[in-house]
């Protein structure tokens, strides 16, 4: 069995659209090792706890002082972080592998808001979206991918938004897919 | 027939503060107010005084401040702006609100709004090909539509016109590169830093709600006067109301204020208000906007193109606005005509049809008027209780076109979802949608098959149910005139805050006629049983209840203060009625005679006469003293020698002998093969009592 833990702590699009990716996959090779997800959250009032009972899948709520110690109970094989809005300390990160996605072209924008930040800079050369191992430093581990988004000043942040967010939900289930085939 | 009654049960109310008592001034409002989670000082402040709301805060979308510039753009530029509505009332308004504040602002702006019948809801290539060439349109509003017109968008985006969308649909997964968007549904619309409290209440507004909020915005940009304000807040009053969106928060202040405008602001409206002849202008209900302003107001836009309805909203010219009045009050007239043919045609085909378990009200008329299907579908759900699709045919596009309607067990617009692959277009929310399919991929029984066949699956297990939820039970000592003026503090009413339901039991039916020009809504008084507290009902559109005079009743309603000739009293608006009461007098002679007390009756008679008649008797004699006939009698004493209770030893024409031979249970003759025939006659003798009684 593979086990992943995806950790959101809003909306959980991402958390969404990794799990029903698995669910409609026709790997062969994964669905033989029994791919299993976990959500991880911070706020019990998420948005994406509704998301994971409407999928059927397990979670728990862990504050994230304690997220130590349930990592050395639980052992995963991969630990997702989609829009978790905390930091995980660098002793937690010893448990496993980490990694992340960010809106931007990092090391552009790094830290949180990015998005808006970068549609108010007309940041055309940081806009799109890298998904990195995650480290003790802010949004800077190594860049597994990247993908860049165009941006132009003439479509609404609305719609900005929900462009760099559908790039998110179509790279990172393949991401994610790469890194458990190597373990397969 | 009784609808199902459910008492809503008292929220437990000890915790709450005197205050809170003190300020709602009755106990019993008190506890419908707490009921409906209006709980604590600071809610039932907002609530009675929704003034200090956030209806005029206006830098809610993050695209406010774009949008803002690009309009002021347009104007020093004199740009043509296009402001593209919709045809259904929040649309029309939305887009008179946009249109007066730029015309206001001396922007070179123009409106468009697509026909009902030969387009459909939101942007469409043909008019935008003819608004970006012909007008020349540089910049384009939308009002309440175009959230997921996509290509639409990315069509004005290649003409180098800049689109803005304000709408309050959701959209879908991808959004359209429009310029800007304010739609507090689209994620990513609204600012990051508004309370949740703030949110919900944003999600709660109309498209004109939306549309305000930029108006206001552009008022306080340019610095123009509260006389504009609350023309427009009128025009938001109305849509609002139109929409059915809960009439609570932001809505609550638009209502409740707008309402007390129409006397003082927009020409038509208080023109149109006076022509319908409400005489007290400060006494303005929803219920008034929604039954007898709104209706005209949509009525254009169900026949034909928009033209009168907006200049009724827009125009200062009072000649204008009278013979907008005047078209809208005639086409109103043909709409209800059409309106009331269309049900009578609907009931008709309905008469040959069979509906099984849940099944749907599916029918097809192609001469059916496309504009007006979606009203008569609403009052077929209101008669079956089913959910109902009425299909038209549009000749110009070759479609088979729906709108269907629901009830609260089914999602419409997941059923008809499930039919996608057929369907030219689908679209709407779970309680109506609208819909077109193309003969050539699928016929109109077999997508009516499917309908029904996903809809039975879906209702597996559950019956339709309408429910009339009762807010408070109540003496007649309760029924004051304070007390029914207090509950005008709940007002206004609407979705989300629908007038409280109260019970009276153990009613007497005093008295009871018909009114109406067509006869066609109920006038009864009702009184306690020791004959005081008469109070006067009313029941719209009923033209009898099966109680008679003097039976008791239970009775739900919403009491009313309704004043004539300087005199206030009250009177009850009935929603509904429990007639299954015993009656006062005795009335035992009226009661309907079983056959099971009639056998019951006759066996006596037989055991009666064998003990003291030698087993002789007369079947004249008998069934003149069971009130039935001598073939009755017959049929019943050979049934009883077939089953051996009696043995027939002669029989000369009326004249028979027999031997008693013991007692047997009923079910022994209900189950006898002849048993359906002793029936059949009993109906006879009945039915010819009946109709002996009704002459």
Known sequence: MIKVAIFASNNGSNFEAIVKYFKYSRNKKIKKYNLQFVLITNNKRAYVILRAKKLNIKYYIIENDKLDEFLLLNKFDLCVLAGYMKIINEKTLKHCVFINIHPSLLPHYKGIDAIKRIYKDNATNASGVSIHYVNKYIDGGEVIIQKQVKLDKNISYACYKRKVHLVEHKIYPKVIEKFLMSLC | MKLNWKIIENIDCHNIEDEFFKIVGNKRLAQILINRKID???????????????????????????????????????????????????????????????????????????????????????????????????????????????????????????????????????????????????????????????????????????????????????????????????????????????????????????????????????????????????????????????????????????????????????????????????????RQSLCNQMFIEANKMLENETLENNDAIILYNPNWHAGIVGIVASKLVEKYNRPCLLFTYDKARNLYRASGRSVDEVDIHELIKTQSEFLEFYGGHKGAIGCAFSNKKITFEKLKTNLNNVINEMTKE??????????????????????????????????????????????????????????????????????????????????????????????????????????????????????????????????????????????????????????????????????????????????????KMIEIKKQNRNLIEYQFLGSKEMNTIVNHKQFANLNIEFQKINNGRELETVL
Not at chain 2, 44 to 66: G, I, S, T
Not at chain 2, 236 to 243: K, L, N, W
Not at chain 2, 611 to 637: C, P, T
Request: hydrophobic content about 40%; charged content about 25%.
């Open chain 2, 40 to 334: 604590t000082i600071s809610k039932l402040n907002k609530f009675l005084n929704p003034d200090n709301l956030f209806a005029f805060d206006y830098d809610v979308f993050e695209d406010m401040e774009k949008v803002l510039l690009r309009i002021d753009s347009a104007i020093n530029n004199n740009e043509k702006i296009i402001i593209y509505g919709d045809f259904d009332c929040d649309g029309i308004t939305s887009t008179a609100v946009l249109y007066k504040i730029l015309k206001e602002l001396n922007a070179n702006v123009d409106y468009y709004i697509p026909n009902r019948i030969d387009e459909s809801h939101g942007l469409n290539t043909k008019a935008l090909v003819k608004l970006l060439s012909k007008e020349k349109a540089k910049l384009i509003i939308t009002c309440d539509c175009a959230s997921s017109d996509i290509a639409c968008a990315r069509f004005v985006k290649s003409f180098n016109c800049d689109l803005i969308i304000t709408d309050h649909h959701i959209g879908k997964k991808e959004l359209p590169e429009a310029y800007a968007i304010l739609n507090p549904k689209i994620e990513g619309s609204l600012k990051e830093n508004l309370s949740l409290e703030q949110i919900e209440s944003l999600n709660e507004l109309s498209g004109v709600g939306v549309v305000f909020k930029l108006a206001y915005a552009l008022i306080k940009k340019y610095k123009k006067s509260q006389a504009i304000i609350d023309d427009l807040l009128v025009l938001v009053t109305i849509g609002t109301i139109a929409d059915v969106v809960p009439l609570l928060n932001e809505n609550r202040f638009f209502v409740k204020n707008g309402l007390n405008l129409v006397a003082y602001s927009n020409m038509g409206i208080k023109t149109l208000v006076d022509s319908v002849s409400y005489s007290n202008h400060k006494s303005l209900t929803s219920d008034f906007i929604a039954y007898q302003i709104i209706p005209k107001i949509n009525a254009e836009g169900r026949l034909m193109s928009i033209k009168e309805a907006f200049t009724l909203l827009t125009s200062y010219n009072q000649d204008e606005i009278n013979y907008a009045i005047m078209t809208l009050t005639s086409l109103n007239e043909q």
């Open chain 2, 462 to 643: 559950l019956q339709y149910n309408k429910y009339v939820y009762i807010d408070s039970v109540l003496d007649f000592e309760d029924l004051t005139i304070d007390f029914v003026k207090n509950l005008s503090k709940l007002e206004p009413f609407g979705e989300g805050n629908r007038p409280p339901l109260f019970l009276l039991q153990d009613v007497v039916l005093k008295d009871k006629k018909t009114i109406g020009a067509n006869n066609n809504h109920l006038k009864c008084y009702i009184c306690d049983n020791k004959y005081n507290n008469v109070f006067e009902c009313i029941f719209w559109n009923r033209k009898d209840i099966s109680a008679n005079i003097n039976s008791i009743i239970d009775l739900v309603f919403v009491p009313k203060i309704s004043s004539f000739n300087g005199e206030t009293k009250i009177q009850l608006e009935i929603h509904d009625i429990d007639c299954k009461k015993k009656a006062i007098q005795d009335n035992c002679s009226c009661q309907k005679r079983t056959l099971r007390d009639i056998l019951k009756t006759a066996c006596g008679m037989v055991v009666y006469a064998s003990r003291h008649k030698n087993g002789e008797v007369d079947l004249n004699i008998i069934a003149h003293k069971l009130a039935v006939s001598a073939s009755f009698v017959d049929m019943f004493l050979h049934i009883l020698n077939d089953i």
